[in-house]
């Protein structure tokens, strides 16, 4: 489909949260380099861990709260985003320690092939 990157650091999202704190907006601004730089369209897919409760609402909010950040910071354009809500259904890890847990809350961002334009 294309090319993937992951954001998945423990602190970006708190649980049951949707929202990034302030200080990790210059990460967010550095993840939007692979965008800006491509021609392509691309999806930010949202992820959450088994614990989270409203798991498909909660994953699909993370991947929409990014989008929206780099349409209202960089002007991209909202054609060209595609956001997807993947609950706790495919995670990275499945220990369940607090910081596995984590990191199974993140996005991902997939920059499309031509053909999935």
């Keep these: 489909r294309g090319h993937v990157v992951r954001g998945a650091v423990k602190s970006f999202f708190g649980e049951g949260q949707s929202d990034v704190r302030a200080e990790l907006s ?3 601004d550095r993840l939007a380099e692979v965008p800006l730089k491509s021609r392509c369209n691309f999806i930010v897919e949202g992820h ?3 614990s989270e409760r409203n798991g498909w609402v909660v994953s699909s909010a993370r991947g929409a ?3 929206q950040y780099w349409i209202d910071r960089f002007g991209m ?3 060209r985003i ?3 809500g993947y609950s706790s259904f495919r995670p990275v890890t499945a220990k369940t320690d607090p910081i596995s847990r984590s990191k199974n809350r993140r996005i991902e961002i997939i920059i499309l092939n031509q053909g999935y334009q």
């Design 26 to 28: 210059p990460l967010f």
């Design 48 to 50: 959450a861990d088994p």
């Design 65 to 67: 709260w990014v989008a």
């Design 77 to 79: 354009d909202p054609k």
């Design 82 to 84: 595609g956001v997807a």
